[in-house]
């Protein structure tokens, strides 16, 4: 059984179908039970990753409602005019399609090579940034 949720990509009114859950059996993570001998710890393992499908599984219902009442107030807000409204102590605030600016890597090197810098400068620009751990809990569909 494989789950699937729908998402509005927010670049246009069309959908997009997105995977929420991904194959056990293709997973290069070790099983649990292969990782721990110790029992109380396995058993710790088990429980939290448990609880962690839950959170995960009410996390995701949430998002997709709170997006569905995003779309709607939208429409609402478009319909009549309004950049946004409120009642109470909750507000809905339509700002409008956004863009970030990004570095187009190959219009800055056609500049620099235009006035004389060396391509070297560029990648001399370039630091990397503060490292994180990156984790995730991931759930995996029955199969």
């Known amino acids: 059984m494989n789950e699937t949720e729908t998402t509005n990509n927010g670049a246009s009114a069309s959908t997009e179908t997105k995977q929420r859950l991904k194959s056990a059996s293709r997973s290069a993570l070790p099983a ?21 499908v839950k959170l ?3 996390k995701s219902e949430a998002d997709d409602r709170l997006e569905e009442i995003e779309t709607e107030l939208t429409a609402i807000a478009m319909i009549h005019d309004l950049k946004g409204f409120r009642h109470g102590l909750a507000g809905f605030e339509d ?30 620009c370039y630091e990397k940034g503060a490292s994180y ?7 995996f569909d029955l199969e």
């Open 95 to 124: 700002r409008g399609w956004q863009a970030r600016n990004t570095l187009n890597k190959q219009k800055l090197v056609a500049a620099i090579a235009e006035y004389g810098a060396p391509a070297s400068v560029i990648d001399a």
């Open 56 to 58: 995960k599984t009410v």
């Open 32 to 52: 649990a039970s292969a990782a721990f001998e110790d029992s109380d710890e396995l058993k710790q393992v088990a429980k939290l990753l448990k609880e962690a």
């Open 133 to 139: 751990h990156d984790t995730r809990i991931v759930i």
